[in-house]
């Protein structure tokens, strides 16, 4: 079957960095993307990765290892406005997208 | 300004009853989807559209149907057939199909009871 794992929750406090890990197995990959989706809101596309590296965009960063099966998404100076859920996404080729079940994330003061 | 509209944001219906769920894309976008959402959970796919008038199935696509006569609007209908209709129901589009970004509307969260 095809499946992602990422964790169900994280906590951290305001101004700290956060990693949000993703493994993924699936019949393809042509890239990992991840969304942000605040409480009753649309996703939001965040970044996208379908090379092996670290891609950089403002506050958030997103790393991918396809020899591993692996990437991450890295919010720094964490803010009280990041609190929300966030998805990882694999594109398996064609044009379905598989999401992970989505990491709630707790920002506290 | 160009978006993902869905309406109604809101939708209750009894059990048995056929429902539509909108969406329009002002976009210009070939690819539009249709993901089911239940609390704490992940996107699931539906339905898809490359083209007009060209459809697929996802990975839940019993008890809905879809159409894509314009390329701007790809309704969702759920019928009485799906057993577990209540979810928030999500549309996106895309230009390059899923290797690009997906652009989703606000949702519609459907209640049957």
């Known amino acids: 079957g095809q499946s992602l794992e990422q964790p169900s929750e994280v906590t951290a406090v305001e101004g700290a960095i956060v990693q949000i890990n993703c493994t993924y197995q699936t019949s393809g990959f042509y890239g990992l993307s991840w969304y942000q989706q605040h409480d009753g809101g649309a996703p939001t596309f965040l970044s996208y990765?379908?090379?092996?590296g670290l891609e950089e965009t403002g506050r958030f960063s997103s790393f991918l290892s396809r020899s591993d099966s692996y990437g991450y998404l890295l919010l720094q100076e964490l803010q009280m406005k990041d609190s929300a859920s966030y998805f990882c996404a694999v594109n398996p080729g064609g044009f379905k997208t598989i999401f992970g079940a989505g990491t709630r994330l707790f920002v506290k003061a | 300004d160009g978006g993902i509209t869905q309406s109604p944001k809101y939708l209750f219906r009894k059990e048995g009853q056929n429902v539509t769920l909108s969406c329009e894309q002002n976009l210009n976008h070939d690819a539009m989807y249709w993901y089911r959402q239940d609390p704490g959970q992940g996107l699931r796919l539906i339905y898809y559209?490359?083209?007009?008038?060209?459809?697929q199935k996802g990975d839940i696509a019993e008890g809905y149907s879809v159409s894509r006569e314009k390329k701007e609007s790809f309704p969702l209908t759920v019928t009485s057939a799906q057993k577990n209709p209540t979810a928030f129901y999500l549309c996106?589009?895309?230009?390059?199909?899923?290797?690009?970004?997906?652009?989703f509307g606000p949702g519609t969260r459907l209640t049957v009871t």
């Open positions: 996106a589009s895309s230009t390059t199909g899923a290797r690009g970004e997906q652009y």
């Open positions: 990765n379908a090379l092996d």
């Open positions: 559209s490359q083209i007009v008038n060209d459809f």
